[in-house]
């Protein structure tokens, strides 16, 4: 059973910085990460995903440059560093695993998700 942990969010100022952490266990698969975020009233997004190969990275067009995902397979997990933190980027943020090996930012390519964490930034 795949199970999926986030933590790391809290408020922070325009400017600033978080890291998020995601705990998986049980997904032995090749196969994605990502990260996902959904704010009041919208749908839910693609921010950030990777491979579990370690080869392929994708991000949404308004976090380039600000957020950076990346894993440690020692500790199985993976990490979105966010800087540069706007209001806009208020959100739950979720990650999620799947199966697809080509690391998308479609919800629907994942089959695992884990409860989320609030990231909060204020003008």
């Known amino acids: 059973q795949v199970q999926l942990v986030e933590s790391g969010g809290g408020s922070v100022q325009a400017g600033g910085s978080l890291r998020l952490s995601c705990a998986v266990s049980g997904f032995t698969d090749d196969g994605s990460i990502g990260w996902f975020r959904q704010a009041p009233g919208k749908e839910r997004e693609g921010v950030a995903a990777?491979?579990?190969?370690?080869?392929?990275?994708d991000y949404a067009d308004d976090v380039k440059g600000r957020f950076t995902i990346s894993q440690d397979n020692a500790k199985n997990s993976v990490y979105l560093q966010m800087n540069g933190l706007k209001p806009e980027d208020t959100a739950m943020y979720y990650c999620?695993?799947?199966?697809?090996?080509?690391?998308?930012?479609?919800?629907?390519?994942?089959?695992?998700w884990g409860q989320g964490t609030q990231v909060t930034v204020s003008s």
């Open positions: 990777l491979d579990t190969g370690g080869i392929i990275r």
């Open positions: 999620a695993a799947g199966l697809a090996r080509w690391a998308p930012l479609i919800a629907s390519r994942y089959h695992a």
